[in-house]
């Protein structure tokens, strides 16, 4: 049985080489509903009453920006405890029931730098990279081939690796079935938790990292002159009645960055368009002249799924 399902009318969507096509059952038309599979290999399920605007998520600049800095490096300390704390829960082949594969959505993938890593982490068979930018989805779907790990490419992929599905999706939408996930990461991405509860299986996970306080602290001092603190476990209270916190862990990093890193830096963040142009201009000048030092702290949260 999919795992997948119409995202206009909740049928079941069977994945094809062709077309993703629902069965209909649940549409009072009794019609199905065809989904074209772009060239990359990416699918987009997003429909255009899902749409809040004509091209929702990330800029492709903001995107570009985003691959050229983490490329760098600059945040694998925090990609490298992510996979360590994913390995760590997942079950092993000796501990699978029935040996039931396990199915794992990376949800507001962005251009896929945590995706292509979660993916080489052993113990999931499916990987779901999902975003609502289209543009970052096709940078994930454009990788997964070229890691000959794109599920449209199912008969040339190595059985021990993961298998990668780009969507364009909503995270408010999720085109999944009740029950059907192990797992969820959502890092700098949405945090839904009555949709998370309803995909994941009874005792699923979910792996959230966010901004730690003083995350980039000298960043924003030079850009606002009001610096208000992270507070990253704000959402914790709203996922309390689905999940139990099971681990918190922090990684910070010093980073020396050049003018352009510094530029990529801001490019990917909010603070692209929250910053007053002078004083971006001004940090952008100062990191001209010398590497500007900052530090980058985050906070990773697992959770599990509560008993019903």
């Not at 199912?154 to 408010?172: E, G, N, Q, R």
């Amino acid at each position: 049985m999919s795992i997948f399902i119409c995202p206009i009318c909740q049928s079941p969507l069977v994945p094809a080489a062709d077309t993703w096509r629902c069965d209909g059952s649940l549409n009072p038309k009794n019609t199905c509903h065809p989904f074209d599979i772009a060239r990359q290999g990416y699918v987009n399920l997003l429909p255009v009453q899902q749409k809040k605007s004509k091209a929702p998520g990330d800029s492709s600049d903001s995107i570009l920006a985003r691959k050229r800095f983490l490329a760098a490096g600059y945040y694998q300390p925090l990609q490298d405890l992510l996979c360590e704390r994913i390995q760590s829960i997942l079950p092993q082949d000796g501990a699978r029931k029935n040996k039931e594969s396990v199915t794992w959505l990376d949800i507001g993938c962005g251009e896929g730098y945590y995706t292509e890593a979660i993916a080489q982490t052993k113990g999931i068979d499916r990987l779901i990279a999902a975003d609502i930018s289209k543009a970052a989805v096709l940078e994930v779907a454009k990788a997964s081939k070229a890691a000959k790990r794109l599920w449209l490419e199912a008969d040339k992929l190595d059985d021990s690796k993961a298998t990668i599905y780009p969507i364009v999706t909503s995270a408010a939408h999720l085109p999944l079935s009740n029950n059907s996930l192990m797992g969820i990461s959502s890092i700098f991405s949405p945090i839904l938790p009555t949709a998370f509860n309803d995909v994941l299986q009874q005792g699923g996970y979910v792996v959230i990292a966010k901004p730690d306080i003083s995350h980039l602290a000298s960043v924003r001092e030079a850009l606002f002159d009001e610096v208000r603190e992270h507070n990253s476990d704000k959402f914790l209270t709203e996922l309390a009645p689905f999940f139990d916190l099971l681990e918190t862990h922090k990684v910070s990093t010093e980073l020396s960055l050049s003018e352009q890193a510094l530029a990529d830096l801001l490019t990917m963040t909010p603070y692209a368009y929250r910053a007053q142009p002078d004083k971006r201009r001004a940090l952008l000048a100062k990191a001209a002249a010398a590497s500007f030092n900052t530090e980058a702290r985050f906070v990773v949260y697992i959770l599990k799924k509560r008993p019903l």
